[in-house]
C-alpha cells in the first residue's frame, strides 16, 4: 500500500472485542475479518500475540486461511519493559513472530501514567519507545504507534507528549495514532491539539472512544486538523461506550468529504457487511445506526412522506443505495395519504384516493385502539389486501381454546385445540406445548401442513407482549407482537385485545396467513 494513501484501520478485533458481553472465538475473528477486507478497509488489527493466547492462534491461523483482497493485518502489542532490551523482551518476540506485516505498538505519551503505571522515567519511556520501534523496522516491519492518553497527556505536559511523537517517527514509526483513551474530548478542542501535533512532522492519524458522544465527531475534526489515518470499529463496538464507527467515518468522509477510501461498490456492500459482522458477534444491531441501521431511511410522519413523494432527497441527505441501505415508508396513526400511498407503491399497488382515504382512515382507528403498523409491516400489507379487495383467505376458523394444565410434580403443560375450516374441509387439531401461543401455533400447524406443506419452513422466532398505556392491572388492553420467518426472510404481525391469548391469535392467524402468502399459494 502506498504511504500517501489515507488510512482507514479496523480495530474491532481487539479494541472493539473489548465490548461487555462481547465474546469472539478464532473463528469469529476470522470470519469479521473477512467482512471487513470486502469493505475495503487498508488494516486490520487482529489482537494482541504473546499476550494472549486467542489472539496468538488468531495470527497462527491467518497465515493459511485469510487470502485478504484489500487490507494488511496489524499485530498490536507494547513497547518493550523498562530496563529490558527489545530484542530480549518475549511480548516483542511475539510481534516480530505474529508473521503480521504490521505491528501497532501502544506507547505512554501521558507523563503522569508513565511515572504512575509503568513506575519509571520520563526518559525511559521515550527509550523504550525508540527502542522497540527501530529494533521492528530493522526486522522488516512496518511500524504504527498508538499514543496512548495522547490528549490528557498533552493537557498535562505538552512539550513531553509532542516528544513522544518526535520520537517515534524518528525511530522508523510510519504512523502515530493519537488516542482519545478515555473518551473526554470534544471536536473543538481536539482539532486545535491534532494541528499542534501536525506541526511534528509526524504523520498522524486518530483513536477515539464515544464516551462524550463525539468520537465520529471528533475523527472528523482530526482529519480536517491534518489527521491522514483512521481507526475504527465496526458497528461502534468497544469497551465502555464504544469507540467511533467506523463505518459512519468512511461513509461520512467518502459521501460528505468527497475521500477515495473504499471501492464504490464495496461502500453499497456497507448495510449488508455491518448485518453480517451482527450476526458473528450475536449483538443485537442498533437499528438507529447512521447509514447502515434498518431505521436510518424510515419515514414515519406524513408531512415528510408528502414530499418524499416529490422528490425522496427532500427528506434525505444521501441515497440509500450508496451504503446499500434502503428507503422505508413506516404506516403509522401519524401517516397522511402521501405515507399510504407510497407505503402501497413498495408493496407493488398502486392506489386510487378513496382506497388511500379508507386505508389511512383505518389505520388511524386501528392505532388508536393499540395496534402499530410500523413494527408490523406484514399486518399493514394484509389491511392493505382488504382494502383492495386481494385478501387471501386460506383458512378460516371456526373456534380455538387453550388449556393450561399443571400436572404432578410440578410441570404445566398447555394444550390448545383449534376447528378450522381450508380446501373444502373441516379440520379440527390438537397441539400441547410450553406456553398457550406455542400450543396454538403447534395446533395450526397440524392442522394445515397437510395441506400447505410450506407451513414447515415457516418459525415463530419472536414474541413480543406490552400492556397498553391508559389501562390497568390483569385486565389491561394487551398488544402482541410475533416475529416470523421462513426460508428467505422475516416479518412481524400485532394483535391487540383485552385478553393476551386473544391478541396472540390474532398475530399468529396473521403471521401463517402471511407466511403462505410469501410462498405464493393462491386461497
Known amino acids: 500500500m502506498a504511504d500517501d494513501r489515507f488510512h482507514v484501520y479496523d480495530t474491532t478485533l481487539r479494541d472493539g472485542a473489548q465490548q461487555e458481553g462481547l465474546n469472539l472465538t478464532v473463528a469469529d475473528k476470522l470470519a469479521i475479518a473477512r467482512h471487513l477486507d470486502g469493505l475495503g478497509v487498508g488494516f486490520i488489527e487482529g489482537g494482541w500475540p504473546g499476550a494472549n493466547p486467542k489472539d496468538t492462534e488468531f495470527f497462527r491461523r491467518a497465515q493459511t486461511e485469510l487470502d485478504l483482497k484489500h487490507a494488511q493485518l496489524a499485530a498490536f502489542g507494547a513497547t518493550r519493559r523498562a530496563g529490558v532490551k527489545a530484542a530480549d523482551d518475549p511480548l516483542v518476540a511475539a510481534l516480530r513472530e505474529s508473521g503480521a506485516p504490521i505491528v501497532t505498538l501502544v506507547a505512554k505519551s501521558h507523563d503522569r501514567h508513565v511515572e504512575l503505571a509503568l513506575r519509571t522515567t520520563l526518559e525511559e519511556n521515550l527509550a523504550m519507545i525508540r527502542d522497540t520501534v527501530s ?66 512532522g509526524a504523520r498522524i492519524g486518530i483513536h477515539c472512544h464515544d464516551d462524550t458522544g463525539c468520537a465520529v465527531a471528533n475523527t472528523l475534526a482530526a482529519v480536517k486538523a491534518g489527521a491522514t489515518h483512521v481507526q475504527g470499529c465496526a458497528n461502534g463496538y468497544g469497551e465502555r461506550s464504544g469507540n467511533a464507527n467506523l463505518f459512519t467515518v468512511v461513509a461520512n468522509l467518502q459521501l460528505k468529504r468527497g475521500f477515495d477510501l473504499v471501492p464504490p461498490q464495496s461502500l453499497r456492500e456497507m448495510t449488508r457487511i455491518a448485518h453480517a459482522i451482527t450476526e458473528v458477534t450475536n449483538v443485537t444491531p442498533n437499528s438507529h445506526q447512521p447509514y447502515v441501521g434498518t431505521s436510518a431511511f424510515a419515514h414515519k410522519a406524513g408531512l415528510h412522506a408528502s414530499a418524499i413523494k416529490v422528490d425522496p432527497n427532500l427528506y434525505q441527505h444521501i441515497d440509500p443505495a450508496e451504503v446499500g441501505n434502503d428507503m422505508r415508508m413506516l404506516v403509522s396513526d401519524m401517516a397522511g395519504r402521501a405515507s399510504v400511498e407510497l407505503k402501497g407503491r413498495e408493496l407493488g399497488y398502486e392506489l386510487t384516493g378513496e382506497q388511500s382515504r379508507q386505508l389511512v382512515d383505518r389505520v388511524k382507528e386501528l392505532e388508536a385502539k393499540g395496534h402499530t403498523f410500523e413494527a408490523a409491516d406484514a399486518s399493514f400489507e394484509l389491511l392493505l389486501r382488504d382494502t383492495v379487495g386481494e385478501r387471501r383467505r386460506y383458512f378460516t376458523v371456526e373456534s380455538w381454546r387453550v388449556i ?23 379440520i379440527v387439531a390438537t397441539g400441547e406445548g410450553n406456553g398457550p401461543v406455542n400450543a396454538l401455533d403447534r395446533a395450526v400447524r397440524l392442522a394445515l401442513e397437510k395441506l400447505y406443506p410450506e407451513l414447515a419452513e415457516v ?28 426460508a428467505t426472510g422475516e416479518w412481524a404481525t400485532v394483535g391487540v385485545a383485552e385478553n393476551v391469548i386473544e391478541a396472540s391469535w390474532q398475530a399468529l392467524e396473521q403471521a401463517v396467513t402471511y407466511g403462505l402468502l410469501r410462498a405464493g399459494h393462491s386461497a
Do not use: W
Not at 136 to 164: I, K
Not at 169 to 188: K, R, Y
Not at 409 to 426: F, P, Q, Y
Open 135 to 200: 529494533h521492528l523496522a530493522a526486522e522488516g516491519q512496518r511500524v504504527f504507534l498508538d499514543a496512548e492518553h495522547f490528549f490528557d497527556g498533552y493537557r498535562s505536559n505538552p512539550a513531553y507528549a509532542l516528544e513522544v511523537l518526535r520520537t517515534a517517527a524518528e525511530a522508523g514509526a510510519s504512523v502515530i495514532a493519537l488516542c482519545d483513551t478515555n473518551g473526554g474530548m470534544l471536536p473543538d478542542e481536539l482539532a486545535d491539539v491534532v494541528h499542534e501535533a501536525a506541526g511534528t
Open 404 to 426: 393450561v394444565e399443571r400436572r404432578p410434580g410440578g410441570d404445566v403443560v398447555s394444550e390448545a385445540t383449534v376447528k378450522l375450516h381450508a380446501k373444502d374441509e373441516r
Open 459 to 486: 418459525e415463530l422466532i419472536d414474541f413480543k407482549v406490552r400492556i397498553l398505556e391508559g389501562t390497568h392491572g390483569t385486565d389491561a388492553v394487551t398488544r402482541v407482537l410475533i416475529t416470523s420467518s421462513d
